[in-house]
């Protein structure tokens, strides 16, 4: 099942619902501030994705966080901080089932789901 992790007001992840409803891809939709997301979930994601491609560097809470807690993104306390500030993350998440993508770009959701 194809699950798209996000938050509900963004105007990217809207993109990409609207983009999957309109062809009729089936999938549910997680929202990280109500739903929640755990560190186990998000240290996979890191795994596979990398700090690097998973943390949004152009957030508003990004740029509200020390340099100490900058720091703890890129180390083994990732997880746990971006659990604690979800909108970190980059949005919108495609999982798949099979591999992970952050971001929307139309091409590209068409190229991953077909």
């Known amino acids: 099942m194809t699950t798209l992790y996000g938050i509900k007001n963004c105007d990217t992840v809207k993109k990409a619902r609207k983009w999957l409803d ?3 891809i ?14 186990t979930q998000v240290a996979d994601w890191l795994q596979e994705l990398s700090a690097d491609n998973l943390i949004n560097k152009r957030s508003t809470t990004w740029k509200q966080l020390s340099d100490t807690e900058r720091d703890r993104a890129f180390g083994d306390q990732a997880a746990q901080l971006l659990c604690a500030h979800p909108t970190l993350i980059k949005r919108p998440l495609l999982d798949t ?8 770009k139309a091409e590209q959701y068409q190229q991953w789901l077909a």
């Not at 089936?26 to 560190?39: A, L, M, P, V």
Request: net charge negative; hydrophobic share 20%; no cysteine.
């Open 22 to 24: 309109e062809n009729n």
């Open 26 to 39: 089936n999938y549910s939709f997680h929202d990280f501030r109500s739903d929640g997301i755990t560190e």
């Open 97 to 104: 089932g099979k591999q992970r993508y952050v971001g929307f």
